[in-house]
């Protein structure tokens, strides 16, 4: 199949060398040393229904970790981080602490105006810990085995967990490695070093898990067969299909969407055989598109666009995503909409048009006037919908949908009797690696009350 940026040159074609690509790629905040760590961890107030707690999604006691790293005490801050985000790790380096637990924090509103560095806190605790094995045991086994899948955040969270209770686990994964997102979807410079699978492979020291890749639900993996061979099913399914704009020419040579382009340059062995636009337009503003367009910067782009329809108030990016965008040379372009594709005599992409936009009475609508922007490629970061063909078979077809995603009560469970569902391919779902961790950890505690209290009755 051709690649939609094949006409386009490579991104070592000039004087970069693979080499200096990845020295563009290194980790974006460097981790703390240890006294930077002892210090910071001195900041704390250790508060007493610490507002932080009441922000992170995933229940972590983030007072009582930071005292134990002033206490010098750093598998006890990795142990107390664990016992509630086994993802712990790579959650530090990606969730946006700046609007959750950083920004919940007191020391926002004292004299010093700056919150403790909780997120750099976290990854110093799990990226120093030195247990002498796993730090979770398996309870006796159970007899029970469950099956889960999808290998992402919350599907590896659900297991491990699982696994504690004395379940045997088996994730079904549809692509070649596990990880989800955390894998193929999060920018280069945020999880270096192939931390993903560094992360894997410490959950799944616990035992009991297995994981069968090339294993895709609607396609050669059917959820009846699962319902009758396990005890129980998590669907732990990401969103496999980008949002498209809606626009003529939009499988134009040239066009592509980001997430696709960004699990590429992260499976890649060298960036400097990347096709690279040197003029690149991005449409969206979430995180995504922050990623697609520093990413591009990085490659060696000479400019890159990134275009919302609304204000920057309204952007689902941080401002501090936004701010690393901006560091790398992004230009920002708000109040615009994709009207037209424009393309050369090739019928390949050379150009976007733009429909200004403001909003009147809270709604958005054209002024009339256009923006017209040259590029050599587009890519869209306009948001990611369900699969709806991994449900296809009789039995998935059956479940609940709730806003074009998998209905679930408050305990995971889907409307199919021994189905729970949790991650982003529920309604209550967003793009965070951390609340995905939490879904499966709650699942799990709802599928183990569930086949125990069955076990009882028999």
Same mark, same amino acid.
């Not at 563009?24 to 507002?51: G, K, M, V, W």
């Given at each position: 199949? !051709? #690649?939609?940026? +094949?006409?386009?040159?490579?991104?070592?074609? +000039? !004087?970069?060398?693979?080499?200096?690509? &990845?020295?563009?790629?290194? +980790?974006? #905040? *460097? *981790?703390?040393?240890?006294?930077? $760590?002892?210090?910071?961890?001195?900041?704390?107030?250790?508060?007493?229904? $610490?507002?932080?707690?009441?922000?992170?999604?995933?229940?972590?006691?983030?007072?009582?970790?930071?005292?134990?790293?002033?206490? +010098?005490?750093?598998?006890?801050?990795?142990?107390?981080?664990?016992? &509630?985000n086994i993802l712990g790790g790579s959650c530090a380096r990606v969730c946006p602490t700046e609007i959750l637990c950083e920004q919940s924090c007191v020391r926002n509103h004292d004299a010093e105006c700056q919150p403790v560095l909780i997120g750099l806190l976290q990854r110093h605790a799990v990226d120093h810990m030195h247990f002498d094995g796993h730090p979770f045991m398996r309870a006796a086994d159970t007899g029970k085995h469950i099956a889960i899948v999808g290998a992402g955040p919350a599907g590896l969270s659900c297991a491990h967990r699982l696994a504690t209770y004395g379940h045997r686990v088996t994730i079904f994964e549809a692509e070649a490695k596990t990880g989800g997102l955390n894998e193929y979807g999060i920018a280069r410079y945020k999880l270096v070093d192939d931390y993903a699978q560094k992360e894997i492979d410490f959950l799944l020291e616990i035992g009991g898990i297995e994981i069968r890749h090339g294993q895709r639900l609607g396609d050669n993996l059917d959820l009846e067969t699962l319902q009758h061979g396990y005890d129980s099913v998590f669907l732990g399914l990401g969103l496999g299909t980008s949002r498209q704009l809606g626009l003529t020419g939009e499988h134009a040579v040239g066009l592509m969407p980001a997430t696709d382009y960004i699990k590429e340059l992260r499976q890649t062995d060298d960036l400097s055989e990347l096709p690279l636009a040197k003029r690149c337009v991005v449409v969206g503003a979430g995180n995504t598109a922050i990623d697609m367009a520093v990413q591009m910067a990085r490659l060696g782009a000479d400019a890159v666009t990134l275009v919302y329809r609304r204000g920057v108030e309204s952007m689902a990016a941080t401002g501090h995503e936004q701010e690393i965008a901006k560091a790398n040379g992004v230009r920002i372009v708000t109040w615009a909409q994709p009207e037209r594709i424009l393309l050369d005599d090739a019928g390949r992409v050379a150009g976007m048009r733009f429909a200004r936009t403001e909003s009147r009475g809270g709604a958005l609508v054209t002024t009339g006037e256009t923006l017209d922007i040259p590029t050599d490629a587009v890519f869209t970061a306009i948001g990611q919908a369900f699969e709806a063909a991994s449900l296809s078979d009789a039995r998935a077809s059956q479940l609940g949908h709730e806003a074009g995603k998998i209905e679930v009560d408050g305990n995971f469970r889907t409307s199919l009797a021994g189905v729970f569902a949790g991650g982003d391919c529920i309604a209550a779902g967003q793009d965070l690696t951390v609340q995905a961790v939490q879904h499966g950890k709650l699942a799990a505690q709802a599928i183990h009350n569930e086949i125990m209290a069955q076990q009882e009755v028999a």
């Open positions: 199949m !051709t #690649h939609p940026l +094949d006409h386009l040159s490579r991104a070592g074609d +000039d !004087t970069r060398d693979s080499a200096s690509l &990845e020295a563009n790629f290194s +980790d974006l #905040h *460097p *981790p703390l040393t240890q006294r930077q $760590a002892f210090i910071e961890s001195q900041r704390c107030l250790y508060c007493y229904d $610490a507002p932080c707690v009441e922000a992170c999604p995933s229940d972590i006691d983030i007072p009582r970790f930071i005292r134990e790293i002033a206490e +010098d005490n750093i598998n006890g801050a990795a142990q107390t981080i664990l016992e &509630e």
